[in-house]
Nanobody, 129 residues
C-alpha cells in the first residue's frame, strides 16, 4: 500500500517561497510508468493540478504556475518537493501530493486528477502577513 505524507510550514508570508515535501512509503518514486503530482484546493474552489514529476525525473507544470513553480525529488529519501515562489494570498489552499496512476504510453501530466490512485491527506498552507 502506497502512502504519501505532506509536510511543511502552514503559514507563509506574501512574496516568499512556499516549500513542501511529500514523503512516499510503500512504493518507490522511481517505479516506471508512474508520476507524482502536486494538487491544491483553494477555499471554496475545486482541485487544481499544479505539476507532475515523472518516474525518470522529468517535470511538467501548469501553464498558469510555470513561472513560479519547481518540483524536484530526492530518490535517496523517496521524497517529492514543491517550491512555489512569490506567493500571494491567492495561493492559500490545501496542498496535496498524489500518484498519477499508470501512465505508460501517455503523457503523465495529462492524466485526469480523477484517475489519481494514491493521495496524501493534504496540508493547509495560508499566505498571510
Amino acid at each position: 500500500q502506497v502512502q504519501l505524507q505532506e509536510s511543511g510550514p502552514g503559514l507563509v508570508k506574501p512574496s516568499q517561497t512556499l516549500s513542501l515535501t511529500c514523503t512516499v512509503s510503500g512504493g518507490f518514486i522511481t517505479t516506471g510508468n508512474y508520476a507524482w503530482s502536486w494538487v491544491r484546493q483553494p477555499p471554496g474552489k475545486g482541485l487544481e493540478k499544479m505539476g507532475v514529476i515523472d518516474y525518470d525525473g522529468g517535470t511538467s507544470y501548469s501553464p498558469s504556475l510555470k513561472s513560479r513553480i519547481s518540483i524536484s525529488r530526492d530518490t535517496s529519501k523517496n521524497q517529492i518537493s514543491l517550491q512555489l515562489r512569490s506567493v500571494t494570498p491567492e495561493d492559500t489552499a490545501v496542498y496535496y501530493c498524489a500518484r498519477t496512476g499508470y501512465c505508460a504510453g501517455t503523457v503523465c501530466y495529462d492524466k485526469n486528477i480523477d484517475s489519481y490512485d494514491y493521495w496524501g491527506q493534504g496540508t493547509q498552507v495560508t499566505v498571510s502577513s
